[in-house]
């Protein structure tokens, strides 16, 4: 899957070197709309609730990223 770039996908609390350090991952999960999709703010550091991991379970799977 190639992830859209023309997605604007800047976090106020993710600074470039921090998305660098997670190999460009927060931006990456962004383009590929599983998660971070139509807000400011990522949260890197808060635990994920079950509703947002069980949505991007659902879009990953939807998608093809996760197989059966």
């Known amino acids: ?3 859209d770039t023309s997605k604007k996908c800047n976090f106020t609390d993710v600074s470039i070197a921090l998305d660098t350090q ?7 999960i962004c383009e ?4 971070g999709v139509g ?4 949260n890197p550091d808060e ?5 947002d991991f069980a949505t991007a379970f659902d ?10």
């Open 1 to 3: 899957m190639t992830p």
């Open 59 to 68: 879009r990953a799977f939807n998608k093809g990223i996760i197989k059966d």
């Open 32 to 35: 590929l709309g599983l998660m």
């Open 22 to 28: 997670y190999n460009d991952g927060v931006t990456k």
């Open 47 to 51: 635990l994920i609730s079950r509703a």
């Open 39 to 42: 807000i400011t703010k990522f």
